[in-house]
């Protein structure tokens, strides 16, 4: 068999375990539908309709990213640089609560050669997937069932009537219950959206959302399309950001919006309140050395990495200490690191750079909008009930 047709046999097999995978993980957030039940034995109650259930959710979801990979593509393609169709990634949602899938990638089987040809194929995705991820919204909003239908899920709400979350959401009565409390966050599109297309009574609370497929999928789109677009590296946005501003400009923003992001991950990692000093004796070293580790690709001289990380560290230490409620979202942490180390932070330069035309300025500074609008400070709050010993 040719390796052209071994490549196209795992492209196809990698999108057929993905969507089951987002199909498995739909059913389980929307309806509780699970297909493995204590140590990963088969749930016998789990049934074909189970499963359909969950295609609300990975339909959209997968469209969203098909659209995104292929928006790549097509632009490759225009430009005759050469790449793969997209390799879509599962991910399980037997082992931890999952949306099924860490999302799609292409990959470039030659240099690109221009800052325009960055730009152009860079821009494409996150514009593709942001128009459906729009259109699902939409209709997810428009579409959204009475206030009754949380009852489906839960109809231990219905005795506390319409102001249920008054009690349910609160601190002991989650606590009492031995409740996980999930939120999800929000955007400034998405909110605009909820408030123009749907009815206000409709819109369900953020900690509800997994019951509301479309909504959930439109909403993880937008995150991924946000996260793509950051300004930084190899990414979408970083990409976009090189083509508008140039190498110096793209340098400047990336390093300033990087260290920005982890100083805003790390606000409260580190309380000055801790009252047993042996545990801040080895968390400040180790959260000043995972700084460092993080601007390693930054392009500083060791000196200056060093001076940044404990900087930022002192900064966070003494707002913990001013304003001990303001935390920042440690996820962003985790996602910092793999990003400085996969994607870089810094642009490689372009053999061929020519200013852009006015057409690519204007999408380019939309694609920095719906950045704006689609990215999420605290993309979801998971927090645990403490048990009693």
């Known amino acids: 068999m040719r390796k052209e047709h071994k490549t196209l046999l795992i492209q196809i097999l990698l999108f057929v375990l993905t969507f089951i995978t987002t199909t498995l993980a739909g059913a389980e957030w929307a309806y ?25 959710f990975s ?31 599962p991910f399980p949602t037997a082992i931890i609560p999952s949306i099924g899938s860490l999302g799609a990638l292409i990959r470039i089987k030659e240099r690109v050669r221009s800052n325009v040809q960055h730009f152009d194929i860079g821009l494409a995705g996150p514009l593709a997937g942001f128009v459906v991820a729009v259109i699902v919204l939409i209709y997810g909003f428009a579409t959204l069932p009475p206030p009754e239908h949380i009852y489906t899920f839960h109809p231990e709400y219905e005795a506390f009537g319409p102001n249920y979350a008054d009690t349910v959401y609160s601190p002991g ?4 219950k031995k409740l996980v409390d999930i939120k999800f966050g929000s955007n400034l599109l998405f909110n605009f959206l909820g408030n123009v297309v749907a009815e206000k009574e409709r819109i369900p609370n953020a900690r509800e959302l997994m019951h509301y497929p479309l909504l959930l999928a439109g909403f993880i789109a937008l995150f991924f399309t946000s996260m793509n677009l950051l300004p930084i590296g190899q990414l979408d946005g970083g990409h976009i950001t090189y083509g508008l501003f140039g190498s110096r400009g793209h340098r400047i923003i990336a390093t300033v919006f990087f260290m920005l992001l982890i100083f805003y991950a790390g606000l409260g990692i580190v309380s000055p309140y801790e009252k047993n000093i042996s ?9 000043i050395a995972f700084y460092y580790f993080c ?36 996820g962003w942490l985790v996602f910092g690191f793999i990003v400085s180390r996969l994607a870089g932070i810094q642009h490689p330069p372009s053999e061929i750079e020519v200013p852009l035309d006015t057409k690519r300025v204007v999408l380019g500074w939309i694609a920095l909008i719906i950045f704006v609008v689609s990215f999420s400070l605290v993309p979801l709050e998971i927090m645990v009930p403490e048990i009693s010993q």
Not at 36 to 55: A, I, K
Not at 67 to 81: I, N, P
Request: no cysteine; charged share 10%.
């Open 173 to 176: 009565y989650m606590q009492d």
């Open 295 to 330: 601007f390693l690709t930054l392009g500083f001289h060791q000196r200056d990495r060093l001076m940044f990380a404990v900087v930022i560290f002192a900064a966070q230490f003494v707002i913990a200490w001013l304003y001990p409620a303001i935390k920042g979202y440690h």
């Open 59 to 89: 339909v959209p979801f997968m469209l969203f990213l098909t659209a995104h990979e292929f928006g790549h593509y097509f632009t490759a393609m225009y430009h005759k640089v050469r790449a793969t169709l997209p390799y879509y990634i």
């Open 32 to 56: 509780s539908k699970v297909i493995l039940v204590g140590n990963f034995e088969w749930n016998e109650t789990y049934t074909w309709s189970d499963f359909v259930s969950g295609m609300e």
């Open 279 to 287: 545990t801040l004796g080895w968390q400040i070293p180790l959260t």
